[in-house]
């Protein structure tokens, strides 16, 4: 069967704009480093030419800065007051700042991050939590990406839509401003850091983006996979992605119930080690169930009683036919349907080619395999081949919606589109 009999795509893009900026701090070292002796001596030169300056000459420069900076940003004083409270323990014994000049050392220790300048792929999308709103026959969703910047550094962006009923797929449109969370906990632990986050409810959700927090996520939080999940009525979020310190990869899960607070936890075991994880969107037989590749060439089943601990599995897929020999992977939580799991993978291919499938699990036992893509669903179509990492098509999830399949999908590492698919032709065109 042809892709083109099952495969619509929607010519609905999302594009990296440099424009969107968040303030992140900014200190006198070598990211993402603490400061040593010497990074704090030039931290507090910097205090010591402000508060040289005459106040005249310091309110100046504060409405300078208030001038060219005001309109990028929400609440800019606040930040940069809450900025010098953050750096207090750097500097020396010093006399008490007036407001003026606490404002302006705050402002001399951040620095705007265009955090999509780069990318802004690798989605997934589930049901918004407040389907107030959606078209008659529709259905609201969020949609989360991994935005990309200076230094290659990954963080988790937001945004929203609606499937019509028709099945046709709009974006609401992007805030102009762009913020990041406050961070309300720490919770140190041997396996790392669980940190809670929240946004303010008046912030539309394209302003949210979670920037890297702990040092296991220094250097990136990676391709969340998001899922809704039943548990006995009580409706949650969860998302596995991939923390990136700059010099090892792990599994993390993210959860929340309105997408406006947050808590981000380290998981432990042996399965956690690795990255691609997608967790089942219910229990199985009591147990949470998770599909990962733990040897970064199969995809494996792995059950826990315990939603923070992965360990074991068994290989339930291997590398088949040509367009995936090299390896295969999830490319989100399994969609429940009548017939099975619906499981989509990507597979890479000769030339490091990366496209679509998709796999049918038994919906009693995922570990049996009922059938599987013996061609890509989608593959980088010629128009669709370049950018930062060519002849790459990816996704993090999918939702359905009636009698479709909704595939957001990202195309060479850096820019975003939509597809649909008839479930019953997908189902189809897979071999038993």
């Known amino acids: ?24 701090p900014f200190k006198p070292a070598i990211e993402p480093r603490d400061l040593n002796a010497t990074d704090k001596s030039r931290a507090n030169h910097i205090v010591d030419r402000v508060l040289a300056l005459d106040p005249e000459t310091a309110a100046a420069q504060l409405r300078d800065v208030l001038e060219n900076f005001q309109g990028r940003h929400r609440n800019l004083l606040e930040t940069f007051e809450a900025r010098a409270g953050e750096m207090e323990d750097a500097f020396a014994a010093h006399v008490d700042f007036t407001a003026g000049q606490r404002q302006l050392i705050g402002a001399y220790f951040l620095h705007e991050y265009s955090f999509e300048a780069a990318a802004l792929f690798n989605p997934s999308i589930v049901s918004h939590p407040d389907q107030s709103g959606a078209p008659e026959g529709g259905h609201r969703f969020i949609l989360s990406l991994r935005g990309v910047g200076e230094g290659h550094v990954s963080s988790l962006t937001f945004r929203s839509g609606f499937i019509a009923a028709d099945g046709s797929v709009a974006i609401d449109p992007t805030a102009r401003l762009a913020s990041v969370p406050k961070v309300r906990n720490r919770i140190s632990g041997p396996d790392g850091e669980t940190v ?9 959700i394209s302003e949210r983006v979670i920037f890297p927090i702990t040092p296991s996520q220094s250097n990136g939080i990676e391709d969340a996979r998001f899922v809704e999940f039943d548990d006995g009525g009580r409706k949650v979020f ?34 956690a080690q690795n990255k691609g994880m997608a967790l089942f969107p219910r229990r199985i037989d009591g147990k949470y169930a998770m599909i990962g590749r733990q040897d970064n060439e199969n995809l494996y089943l792995i059950y826990s009683d315990d939603l923070y601990t992965w360990d074991g599995g068994v290989a339930i897929l291997k590398p ?12 989100g939580s399994p969609i429940e349907l009548d017939e099975g799991w619906l499981l989509l993978t990507h597979g890479v291919g000769p030339v ?33 081949r370049e950018g930062y990492v060519p002849n790459v098509v990816y996704t993090c999830g999918a939702i359905r919606h009636k009698d479709q399949i909704v595939l957001p999908y990202a195309v060479s590492d850096t820019f975003c589109n939509f597809a649909t698919i008839k479930i019953a032709a997908l189902l189809k065109a897979l071999d038993g």
Do not use: H
């Open 1 to 24: 069967m042809s892709q083109a009999t099952f495969l619509n795509r929607q010519a609905l893009f999302l594009c990296p704009d440099p424009a969107r900026v968040v303030v992140r």
């Open 196 to 204: 809670e986050v929240a946004f303010r409810p008046d912030e539309d």
């Open 238 to 271: 969860y998302a596995t992605y991939t923390a990136y310190s700059g010099k090892a990869i792990r599994s993390e899960l993210i959860e929340t119930s309105d997408f406006i607070s947050f808590r981000m936890s380290p998981l432990k075991g042996s399965a």
């Open 320 to 331: 088949k036919f040509p367009w995936e020999f090299v390896q295969i992977g999830n490319c």
């Open 352 to 384: 490091r080619k990366y496209a679509i499938g998709a796999v049918l699990l038994d919906k009693a036992d995922p570990s049996r395999v009922l059938a599987r893509s013996r061609e890509p669903l989608v593959r980088p179509d010629p128009s669709e």
